[in-house]
């Protein structure tokens, strides 16, 4: 991210969203101003607040993708929340804060699997030790010698208790551990040992099964009313909290070779890195880079003035101010300040304007921008343009079963115009237009796919006006099925 531009930045983001030029430019503009206050001094860096940014434009538009798209250019803790969710909390949306709390548990996630990433090479290695010492041949000898020799100990310390005395000294027989032979045996064993490594590393033992001890982790999580508000805690929380109390338990189970090697090798990542460190450095992700994409804020847009849900709104929305303008958050992590934490509100706006907002939350938001509405010429790019181009995704899924699907040029135009009018005449969703449509035209040949005896199938500007021209013609039956 710090060797991306802004026109790089929009680059980037043409490759997965088609248009919405000005929403593209201002947030590189706003990524790339956080690497710019990191190059500040220290005595001015935390005085530059982050400009957050208020889209505005009908659903289906890409608000939300671009959002998602710069966390991933950043590496960046991104969450999405519905500013409509905590009118259902209360009247005053009280569990503003969890936003903060989800922001922490993703920056803790993300950090967590970088840091095992790096340490996965020696995690593999242990695991493999680990496997090796379930399946080599056992040394009977060695394993004797050692009870014998846990027998004379006892006997010695113990004796006098029960025999009044020590055992007498008797010549020792000669031990097979003492055999000159020993050392060849310990040479032969070290190459089985290397041997099983070396299966076990290459999978010619996966399917072999090994019993292995599984640390009952993933336990179901509660909620709990805390001063902060409603919050999930999971039971290894309240194992850490509580300590000896509630031991983790450990489960015997039966796997073969590969999935042991998998999860050994998870549980052996998890006890190489440093947790305190890895807390550490995502709570600063979240603080310094973090993103909260607030959706759905024309929702809440509105004064007091009435009875009933709306009453809540203003309510909510003053809830939300403190978090935006800058405040400290309690996480199970430890505490997360939000000052430098970049906000991306968006909604349609359809019905309220965003001047409905509450002044203090306006100015929260200075870098309002308006997304366009997706046109014919737009819903053909979004076909074939994009890397996750739907055109493309449904190419590949049906090519797995060996189906060679081809689109013409006019089956795309004629898809793309089918989409603008279903817009037009019902509820203007977008591009999510894009996706009904498709699954109608090709939720024949999706079915059939298993069984088709037909390799190659073309669809052409005829096979798309036979499936759907009669659905888009009666507008009932559209507004049902598109």
Same mark, same amino acid.
Not at 173 to 183: G, L, M, R
Not at 306 to 313: A, E, K, T
């Given at each position: 991210?710090?060797?991306?531009?802004?026109?790089?930045?929009?680059?980037?983001?043409?490759?997965?969203?088609?248009?919405?030029?000005?929403?593209?430019?201002?947030? &590189?503009?706003?990524?790339? *101003?956080?690497?710019?206050?990191?190059?500040?001094?220290?005595?001015?860096?935390?005085?530059?607040?982050?400009?957050?940014?208020?889209?505005?434009?009908?659903?289906?538009?890409?608000?939300?993708?671009?959002?998602?798209?710069?966390?991933?250019?950043?590496?960046?803790?991104?969450?999405?929340?519905?500013?409509?969710?905590?009118?259902?909390?209360?009247?005053?949306?009280?569990?503003?804060?969890?936003?903060?709390?989800?922001?922490?548990?993703?920056?803790?996630?993300?950090?967590?699997?970088?840091?095992?990433?790096?340490?996965?090479?020696?995690?593999?290695?242990?695991?493999?030790?680990?496997?090796?010492?379930?399946?080599?041949?056992?040394?009977?000898?060695?394993?004797?010698?050692?009870?014998?020799?846990?027998?004379?100990?006892?006997?010695?310390?113990?004796?006098?208790?029960?025999?009044?005395?020590?055992?007498?000294?008797?010549?020792?027989?000669?031990?097979?551990?003492? *055999?000159?032979?020993?050392?060849?045996?310990?040479?032969?064993?070290?190459?089985?040992?290397?041997?099983?490594?070396?299966?076990?590393?290459?999978?010619?033992?996966?399917?072999?099964?090994?019993?292995?001890?599984?640390?009952?982790?993933?336990?179901?999580?509660?909620?709990?009313?805390?001063?902060?508000?409603?919050?999930?805690?999971?039971?290894?929380?309240?194992?850490?909290?509580?300590?000896?109390?509630? *031991?983790?338990?450990?489960?015997?189970?039966?796997?073969?070779?590969?999935? &042991?090697?998998?999860?050994?090798?998870?549980?052996? &990542?998890?006890?190489?890195?440093?947790?305190?460190?890895?807390?550490?450095?995502?709570?600063?992700?979240?603080?310094?880079?973090?993103?909260?994409?607030?959706?759905?804020?024309?929702?809440?847009?509105?004064?007091?003035?009435?009875?009933?849900?709306?009453?809540?709104?203003?309510?909510?929305?003053?809830?939300?101010?403190?978090?935006?303008?800058?405040?400290?958050?309690?996480?199970?992590?430890?505490?997360?300040?939000?000052?430098?934490?970049?906000?991306?509100?968006?909604?349609?706006?359809?019905?309220?304007?965003?001047?409905?907002?509450?002044?203090?939350?306006?100015?929260?938001?200075?870098?309002?921008?308006?997304?366009?509405?997706?046109?014919?010429?737009?819903?053909?790019?979004?076909?074939?343009?994009?890397? *996750?181009?739907?055109?493309?995704?449904?190419?590949?899924?049906?090519?797995?079963?060996?189906?060679?699907?081809?689109?013409?040029?006019?089956?795309?135009?004629?898809?793309?115009?089918?989409? &603008?009018?279903?817009?037009?005449?019902?509820?203007?969703?977008?591009?999510?237009?894009?996706?009904?449509?498709?699954?109608?035209?090709?939720?024949?040949?999706?079915?059939?796919?298993?069984?088709?005896?037909?390799?190659?199938?073309?669809?052409?500007?005829?096979?798309?006006?036979?499936?759907?021209?009669?659905?888009?013609?009666?507008?009932?039956?559209?507004?049902?099925?598109?």
């Amino acid at each position: 991210m710090n060797d991306l531009t802004p026109s790089e930045i929009v680059a980037e983001l043409d490759k997965y969203i088609v248009g919405q030029s000005k929403a593209k430019r201002s947030v &590189a503009i706003a990524l790339r *101003n956080r690497y710019r206050r990191r190059m500040l001094g220290d005595d001015l860096r935390d005085e530059v607040i982050p400009k957050n940014i208020l889209m505005i434009g009908p659903t289906g538009v890409g608000k939300t993708e671009i959002a998602r798209r710069l966390a991933n250019l950043a590496r960046a803790p991104f969450i999405k929340i519905e500013a409509t969710k905590f009118t259902e909390v209360g009247y005053v949306g009280r569990d503003v804060d969890s936003m903060v709390r989800d922001l922490a548990q993703v920056a803790v996630r993300m950090v967590e699997s970088e840091k095992i990433s790096e340490v996965t090479e020696e995690a593999e290695e242990r695991a493999v030790e680990r496997i090796v010492d379930m399946i080599q041949p056992a040394r009977r000898r060695r394993r004797k010698s050692e009870q014998r020799d846990s027998a004379e100990v006892i006997r010695q310390t113990f004796g006098s208790l029960f025999g009044g005395g020590p055992a007498p000294q008797q010549p020792e027989p000669q031990d097979e551990e003492e *055999n000159p032979d020993d050392a060849r045996e310990r040479e032969r064993e070290a190459r089985i040992r290397v041997k099983l490594k070396q299966q076990v590393r290459s999978g010619v033992k996966d399917a072999e099964k090994v019993e292995i001890e599984v640390e009952q982790s993933g336990m179901q999580s509660i909620s709990i009313f805390s001063p902060q508000g409603m919050e999930e805690i999971g039971m290894g929380d309240l194992q850490n909290a509580f300590g000896s109390m509630m *031991n983790r338990g450990k489960k015997q189970r039966s796997v073969t070779i590969a999935e &042991a090697r998998q999860i050994l090798t998870q549980e052996e &990542a998890r006890g190489l890195i440093d947790h305190d460190a890895v807390i550490r450095e995502a709570i600063d992700r979240a603080e310094q880079s973090g993103i909260i994409f607030v959706d759905e804020l024309d929702k809440i847009a509105g004064r007091e003035g009435g009875h009933g849900p709306d009453v809540s709104r203003e309510g909510v929305q003053r809830d939300i101010l403190p978090i935006i303008e800058g405040s400290t958050v309690a996480t199970k992590y430890g505490p997360v300040r939000t000052n430098h934490v970049l906000f991306i509100a968006a909604g349609a706006f359809h019905v309220s304007k965003p001047s409905d907002l509450i002044p203090e939350l306006q100015g929260r938001l200075p870098i309002r921008v308006e997304l366009e509405n997706l046109t014919e010429a737009d819903f053909k790019r979004i076909l074939t343009e994009p890397k *996750n181009a739907l055109i493309r995704q449904y190419t590949a899924l049906l090519a797995t079963e060996g189906v060679c699907l081809e689109f013409s040029e006019d089956s795309i135009a004629e898809i793309s115009s089918i989409a &603008a009018r279903v817009n037009q005449q019902s509820e203007n969703i977008g591009a999510r237009r894009l996706h009904t449509v498709l699954e109608r035209l090709l939720e024949d040949i999706s079915f059939e796919a298993p069984d088709q005896c037909q390799n190659d199938i073309r669809i052409d500007g005829a096979y798309v006006r036979a499936k759907l021209e009669s659905i888009v013609t009666n507008e009932d039956l559209s507004r049902y099925i598109l």
